[in-house]
């Protein structure tokens, strides 16, 4: 018998731009999971699930899964509308592991999630730009879909206690982003008398927006931070458009602590130096399986009431150091970088674990 998970991650799309890392590292993970004795004496083994899709027709190919008995846990990065078409299909019937850095508030049964929430990745990185570079006026775009909405709404509720004014917002398509409605964002930026842009934008949105930017000539007055731009995400848009760009996450490749670098050691040798390129996505995906691993173990099944009952203060140790629950969310040390070319320069942790 083998331990299956349905591995949810974009092939196509926005958020395509992340897939061949996500597969990479996954591969990886599992590999390293079947050389620690599998799950429940059982090898694992992947059933990979294109996450790219409407989520309705994703959640529709996991409940035929589920109904098949095919599938014994469900991980993986994709966006918060794919999590929010999974978590009635799933139902707890297996446990759920989601490890994308998101909008936060997922308290649902059967849902352990690895990702940053804003009070951990985004409230600190506002408040460094504040207080070291004098940014306090932000205009805020990002693809029109349930992570940036929320955030926009958390920080209409927190801007003014953290001494900071969101000027504007404009939400652009997120299946088909509209070049008009882009164009109408650069120029509100433009006219704006803001110091920086929040960027809520997935992959290959936020490549179309950071070469418009670059091409405007926008960073010589604005800095940009884009929490989910990573190392593709920088290398698509070309060394030339990535001055001033930032991003938070838990996780970079040029991040010097002992386990990262263990990390890159362990995943170039795997797949050699060719690989598709080490970024905070494809991280997470390790991430989401290293904490089913310590959830089912720790339960002795996958039976999501067992699970619920043990996750809070359950640990494990992963690129990203040791990490541990509090409630169904990962308490994590969160880092802020700043583009050097087609990589990040790791200026400061801004949340410790």
Do not use: K
Request: with cysteine; charged share 20%.
């Amino acid at each position: 018998m083998v331990y299956r998970i349905g591995l949810v991650i974009p092939f196509q799309g926005p958020g395509g731009l992340y897939g061949p890392s996500a597969m990479a590292s996954t591969e990886l993970a599992v590999q390293e999971l079947n050389d620690d004795g599998g799950l429940l004496g059982r090898r694992v083994e992947l059933q990979w699930i294109d996450g790219g899709r409407r989520p309705d027709e994703v959640a529709a190919e996991v409940g035929r899964a589920l109904d098949e008995h095919r599938i014994n846990a469900i991980a993986g990065w994709h966006i918060s509308s794919v999590r929010n078409a999974l978590v009635p299909v799933v139902a707890g019937r297996v446990p759920y592991s989601y490890p994308a850095l998101y909008e936060g508030g997922e308290q649902r049964s059967g849902v352990y999630c690895t990702g940053e929430q804003p009070e951990a990745y985004l409230r600190p990185a506002l408040e460094w730009f504040r207080d070291q570079l004098g940014v306090r006026r932000w205009f805020l775009i990002g693809d029109d879909y349930v992570w940036p909405r929320r955030v926009r709404r958390w920080l209409r509720e927190r801007s003014a206690a953290m001494g900071i004014t969101i000027c504007a917002y404009q939400f652009v398509d997120y299946g088909r982003p509209d070049p008009v409605r882009l164009r109408r964002g650069l120029d509100a930026m433009q006219q704006s008398h803001c110091d920086g842009v929040l960027s809520l934008m997935i992959g290959q949105n936020s490549v179309s927006f950071n070469r418009a930017f670059g091409q405007l000539g926008l960073a010589d007055r604005m800095v940009r931070l884009c929490p989910l731009a990573d190392e593709n995400v920088l290398m698509a848009n070309g060394a030339g458009n990535n001055d001033g760009l930032y991003a938070v996450s838990g996780y970079f490749r040029t991040l010097a602590t002992e386990t990262a670098l263990d990390f890159v050691g362990r995943y170039q040798g795997f797949h050699g130096l060719s690989a598709p390129a080490l970024s905070g996505p494809a991280e997470s995906c390790i991430e989401s399986l290293d904490a089913l691993a310590a959830l089912v173990r720790r339960a002795g099944s996958s039976d999501v009431r067992g699970i619920d009952r043990v996750v809070d203060g359950a640990s494990f140790t992963g690129p990203r150091g040791q990490v541990h629950f509090r409630g169904n969310q990962i308490v994590q040390p969160v880092y802020l970088g700043r583009s050097d070319g087609l990589e990040f320069d790791v200026v400061t942790e801004i949340q410790a674990a």
